[in-house]
T-cell receptor
Framework: GEDVEQSLFLSVREGDSSVINCTYTDSSSTYLYWYKQEPGAGLQLLTYIFSNMDMKQDQRLTVLLNKKDKHLSLRIADTQTGDSAIYFCAESRGDDYKLSFGAGTTVTVRA | DTGVSQNPRHKITKRGQNVTFRCDPISEHNRLYWYRQTLGQGPEFLTYFQNEAQLEKSRLLSDRFSAERPKGSFSTLEIQRTEQGDSAMYLC???????????FGSGTQLSVL
């Protein structure tokens, strides 16, 4: 959606780190999310962060949130071929937790 | 916890026909959401339920679309008089006690010929 923007493509070498970036417009966003979608499949929740946090780490995944700049990033350490997918950034506001998604970043991992 | 289940996985129909999709949320999840995703785009919110009550409908949900969740468990999404522009992946998600964690099903891919 227009409220959430992501770069469309990222190519990374196997074993390197990937960094996927996202910007959002609404300062009242309460939660920010990263979902992964493989071809023909639904969305898998990877991680999410509350807006009063600036970092969250979960195994190979690190989420950084810069609330002042409304910028969210997802770092994937030691990227593997199984990480090739589309990654969606999303945000929610209020307690209805309706998500607004970006258009997705297609990550291609090359050997 | 068997995850969110959607049926059918694929549906091909002719323009003008009615179609119905089903979503079974994770057991005891009280919230259920429907989204639509077109090629190259992120999912767009359509509607959501808290238990059996439909609390919000997006303007994307024209009067040809209707969603129900009669007993607060499974939900159906019906599209009447389908149009080619309805071709998309229809995704269902549910959330429970931890309301901010939405879990998605694998979707129903609709093709209108």
């Amino acid at each position: 959606g227009e409220d959430v923007e992501q770069s469309l493509f990222l190519s990374v070498r196997e074993g390197d780190s990937s960094v996927i970036n996202c910007t959002y417009t609404d300062s009242s966003s309460t939660y920010l999310y990263w979902y992964k979608q493989e071809p023909g499949a639904g969305l898998q929740l990877l991680t999410y962060i509350f807006s009063n946090m600036d970092m969250k780490q979960d195994q190979r995944l690190t989420v950084l949130l810069n609330k002042k700049d409304k910028h969210l990033s997802l770092r994937i350490a030691d990227t593997q071929t199984g990480d090739s997918a589309i990654y969606f950034c999303a945000e929610s506001r209020g307690d209805d937790y309706k998500l607004s998604f970006g258009a997705g970043t297609t990550v291609t991992v090359r050997a | 916890d068997t995850g969110v289940s959607q049926n059918p996985r694929h549906k091909i129909t002719k323009r003008g026909q009615n179609v119905t999709f089903r979503c079974d949320p994770i057991s005891e999840h009280n919230r259920l959401y429907w989204y639509r995703q077109t090629l190259g785009q992120g999912p767009e919110f359509l509607t959501y339920f808290q238990n059996e009550a439909q609390l919000e409908k997006s303007r994307l949900l024209s009067d040809r679309f209707s969603a129900e969740r009669p007993k607060g468990s499974f939900s159906t999404l019906e599209i009447q008089r389908t149009e080619q522009g309805d071709s998309a992946m229809y995704l269902c998600a549910s959330s429970g006690v931890i309301g901010e964690k939405l879990f998605f099903g694998s979707g129903t891919q609709l093709s209108v010929l």
